[in-house]
């Protein structure tokens, strides 16, 4: 069964520093999402992404975040100068369709900032 | 006041038993999904509903739009049950806003 793939599992970094999270959706799949999970807390809907432009971001996607698909497979959401604050699991999803079609997740990025 | 409340917050339960977990919502939605993860923590799509019932193995959901509710049924649970299951809805056509989740254990 096809399923969405992330790299690194995990990442450990110093504040300050670019990380870029990568994954790979579903390749029929039109539709890109990233989460993030603060360690006990909810999922949380940063940024959805179409034809190659975000569709729609949520207030914690700021100017430090950004999207890009860069060839046919990747999904990257880069963060330009990590925050302590950043360190959290974040999960790219994807789906075929818009309009509340069912979401396939990766494993997650588990991303410490020290 | 969050937008999507699950009730309870943990539940413990004995092998056999049926589990109801409930889910309430304060905005309008296009659908909802209810979501599974493990310990790991990896998340799973378990249905994915916009009106009435959805039956899968042991596993119920219904949703009522009317009342901006929806319940998640386990029949004769199982210890492998055992993880936290997520209510989730769209607004719009593509954010999904998240439950706090609920952790379900089942003892043996």
């Known amino acids: 069964e096809p399923e969405v793939t992330q790299t690194p599992s995990h990442q450990v970094t110093q504040m300050g520093q670019e990380v870029i999270l990568r994954c790979v959706p579903i390749?029929?799949?039109?539709?890109f999402y990233w989460y993030r999970q603060i360690l006990g807390q909810k999922v949380e809907f940063l940024v959805s992404?179409?034809?190659?432009?975000?569709?729609?971001k949520s207030e914690i996607f700021d100017d430090q975040f950004s999207v890009e698909r860069p060839d046919g497979s990747n999904f990257t959401l880069k963060i330009r100068s990590t925050k302590l604050e950043d360190s959290a699991m974040y999960f790219c999803a994807s789906t075929r369709l818009a309009g509340g079609d069912t979401q396939y997740f990766g494993p997650g990025t588990r991303l410490t900032v020290l | 006041k969050n937008e999507v409340e699950q009730s309870p917050q943990n539940l413990t339960a004995q092998e056999g038993e049926f589990i109801t977990i409930n889910c309430s919502y304060s905005v309008g939605i296009s659908a909802l999904h209810w979501l599974q993860q493990h310990p790991g923590g990896g998340i799973v799509s378990l249905f994915m509903l916009s009106s009435g019932k959805k039956k899968h193995g042991r596993l119920i959901a219904t949703i009522n739009i009317q009342e901006k509710h929806s319940s998640l049924h386990i029949t004769a649970s199982h210890p492998r049950d055992s993880a936290v299951y997520i209510c989730?809805?769209?607004?719009?056509?593509?954010?999904?806003?998240f439950g706090q989740g609920t952790r379900l254990t089942i003892n043996p």
């Open positions: 390749s029929n799949h039109l539709y």
């Open positions: 992404f179409y034809n190659n432009e975000i569709s729609e």
């Open positions: 989730a809805v769209y607004q719009g056509a593509q954010k999904l806003v």
